[in-house]
Structure formats: structure tokens, C-alpha cells
């Protein structure tokens, strides 16, 4: 849990993300472990955490980057300058050449897809090629984050796995978790190798994209690395992961402050975080957020709603607690918010994105960026 003494929350501009160094170097040293005892390879997914500021650290530990697109690879290869595999749902065909040039693994969608690319991935040698499959085992406990729902766009199915074209082909990925335990990881092999396993004869690697909350205490890492073992042993393979959280989970916060307290039968704290703009997956999870002193409605002694400052009325971080009635101008400190949370904010609204600021392992604060008027109009026109 985060220290309430915390000195940055008085020090930084409000809103603003702080990344606390040494929890992210404790992450990645998880990581590195898990690397070295299964010789499987993880990297950053860029679509949990893209704070290039800390590139060069992650990838002294890292073998590099996964990427959701052009832009997130543009991204991955300027500023870690390792490996980038990219997977896209699909592909235009004006984005192939920039994406297999910067890519080291370009992972397909459909079978229709490798077809409409596959003559110009000769051109290409240092890249190797992929397609992602759905093993329709379902460990997601929300539809909208889960790969393998009914319908889902995502991966190719056993049905429509295409035997006669995998020439050219070189490794299988599937991603089926969200932020989740070993145990459904291991179900997940479990239902790949009985679809699939028999289509690894001759690939060179297998990645098993992200979700993995590795560095979340109480993950069972010795049956990960068991697990990563000896499926890399039975196909002879290199393996990949790709989690995004295990990376930055826990490693900083999210600080804002009280602007106004009105009152519409309850007490009601409008802040300058808005859930609409800096947290949307408060509203979209739905999930509730933590901040560091308060509790559940009810629990301590004054109940207040906090809502944003955008005018989307349902702009509304949840019910909060506190012993101590809140003042205007008090900094509040949303806990675990560097993943998933600061690479999806947007200015709607007009709504001013939050500053970003690392606290280093020495005790130094350091203020990496400040947004501001050009950063809402540059996406205008």
C-alpha cells in the first residue's frame, strides 16, 4: 500500500501521474527472474503502459516491446530500440512495408489477411511472421476485455485455421487474460494444445500474449516458469509473454485535488480528475478506484461522491469515505493508475490532461511532462 506521507502529492501539479521509480524496478526484476529460470522472453506491452521516459530502464531488463499498431511500434523501435512484435487486428495496406520494416514478429489476424501480405513479406527477411489464434477458452470475467467471447473479431478459430497456408508462417500467439492469476493461464495452454498443438510441428515460437499478473503478490511464479518449461521443451520453441500490468502494477498514482463541495442530498467533492477523461475505465469496467485514506461508503465518517470537472453528467469517480471532512484545495492520491489508465486519457471536454512525473528510488521528483493548450487543439482541426 502507498505511504500517506508520501511527499509528492503536495509537490506535483494537480492532476498529474507520478511513476514511483523503485516499484518499477522491483517489477521488472520479477521479471527478469521469471526470464532467466524459463528462458522465455517477456516484453512490454505497450497498450498497458507507454511511458517512453522509462524505456531505457525496462529495457535493460526486457527484451522489448509489444505493439498494438503502427504507432506503438513507430514508438517501441524509436525509443527502446529492441525487439517489437506487432499485432494488428488488421492491416492497411499502405501501413505493411513501415510496419514489417520496424516489426522483428508481425503477427496476422486471418488467414485473409497473410494471403493479401504474403508475397510482400519476402521482401522483409528479418521479420518474422505469425497469426494469432483463438483457442475459445474464455478466463474473462468481463465481456468487453475478453478475446474469446462469442463473436469475438479477434484470432482464428480451430474451424476457420487454415492448414495450407502456414508456409511462410513462423510462430502462433493467443491472448486470453486480463490482469489474472496463473491458473487460468495454464487452463488456457491446456485448451491451445489440444486445438493447436498439433499445427506446432516446425514453428519457432509460441507467444502467449498478456494478462499475466506476475508481480502481483501471491502469483504463482514457480508454475509459471514450470509451465513455460516444458511447453517450450514438447514444441521446441522460443516463448514469448506480453503483460503490460505486471510491469507497472502498483509502481504510482494518479494525484488530484478538491476544487468545489456542493451539496444534492449528499455531499458531493468536484475534483480537478475526472473519470470521463483521466480514468475512463472507471465508467467503461465498470472497476472502483483506490485512494489512499479513504474507504467504501459509510466506513469512515464522512461520505462524499466525487465527480470530474468535464460536464458529462456522469462523470462520477464513486463514493468515497473519509474520517475528516474535505477541504477545497486538498490533493487526494488515486493508488495504481500508471497502467491502463494514463495511456487511455483523452481532452474531451476541453479537459486538461494530467501532468506526468517520476518519484526516483534517491528521493528525487522529477517532472517529465506538462500538457496544455496546443495538446487539445493539435487534435482539433
Not at 1 to 19: G, I, K, N, T, W
Not at 128 to 140: A, D, L, T, V
Not at 193 to 203: K, T
Not at 233 to 257: F, H, N, W
Request: aromatic share 10%; glycine share 10%.
Amino acid at each position: 500500500m502507498h505511504d500517506l506521507a508520501r511527499p509528492y502529492q503536495e509537490l506535483v501539479p494537480s492532476p498529474c501521474f507520478v511513476l514511483e521509480e523503485e516499484r518499477l524496478l522491483a517489477n521488472l526484476e520479477i521479471l527478469a527472474d521469471v526470464q532467466a529460470q524459463s528462458g522465455a522472453k517477456i516484453l512490454l506491452a505497450l497498450k498497458a503502459f507507454a511511458m517512453f521516459s522509462v524505456f531505457d530502464q525496462v529495457g535493460d531488463y526486457l527484451f522489448g516491446a509489444a505493439a498494438s499498431g503502427l504507432n506503438e511500434a513507430r514508438l517501441a523501435w524509436e525509443e527502446m530500440g529492441k525487439e517489437v512484435h506487432t499485432f494488428c487486428p488488421a492491416i492497411k495496406e499502405h501501413d505493411f512495408a513501415t510496419l514489417a520494416q520496424l516489426s522483428d514478429h508481425l503477427i496476422f489476424n486471418s488467414f485473409s489477411q497473410w494471403q493479401r501480405f504474403r508475397n510482400q513479406a519476402a521482401d522483409y527477411p528479418h521479420t518474422k511472421f505469425g497469426m494469432r489464434i483463438n483457442p475459445e477458452h474464455s478466463e474473462g470475467a468481463v465481456a468487453i476485455y475478453d478475446p474469446c467471447a462469442p463473436g469475438s473479431r479477434l484470432g482464428v478459430t480451430l474451424a476457420e485455421f487454415k492448414v495450407d497456408e502456414l508456409a511462410g508462417l513462423s510462430g502462433l500467439h493467443f491472448h486470453t487474460l486480463c490482469e489474472q492469476e496463473f491458473a487460468p493461464l495454464a487452463r488456457t495452454v491446456a485448451a491451445f494444445e489440444e486445438h493447436f498443438g498439433p499445427f506446432m510441428a516446425g514453428m519457432e515460437w509460441l507467444n502467449f500474449g498478456g494478462g499475466h499478473h506476475i508481480t502481483k503478490p501471491g502469483y504463482d511464479v514457480a508454475g509459471l516458469v514450470k509451465l513455460l518449461i516444458e511447453v517450450r521443451d514438447r514444441y521446441g520453441v522460443q516463448l514469448y509473454l506480453e503483460p503490460g500490468e505486471a510491469i507497472s502494477y502498483q509502481t504510482g498514482t494518479l494525484v488530484g485535488e478538491v476544487v468545489d463541495l456542493v451539496r444534492n442530498g449528499m455531499d458531493i467533492a468536484i475534483l480537478d480528475v475526472s473519470a470521463a477523461t483521466h480514468m475512463p475505465d472507471v465508467l467503461e469496467m465498470p472497476y472502483r478506484a483506490e485512494i489512499v485514506g479513504a474507504g467504501l461508503p459509510g466506513a469512515k465518517a464522512h461520505t462524499y461522491r466525487l465527480g470530474g470537472p468535464s460536464c458529462l453528467a456522469g462523470d462520477v469517480i464513486g463514493d468515497y469515505s473519509f474520517a475528516a471532512p474535505l477541504t477545497i484545495g486538498q490533493r487526494l492520491v488515486f493508488t495504481d493508475m500508471i497502467h491502463y489508465t494514463m495511456v487511455k486519457t483523452n481532452t474531451f471536454n476541453g479537459v486538461g490532461l494530467p501532468s506526468i512525473a517520476i518519484w526516483r528510488k534517491n528521493g528525487e521528483l522529477q517532472l517529465v511532462k506538462e500538457f496544455g493548450y496546443e495538446d487539445f487543439k493539435g487534435r482539433l482541426s
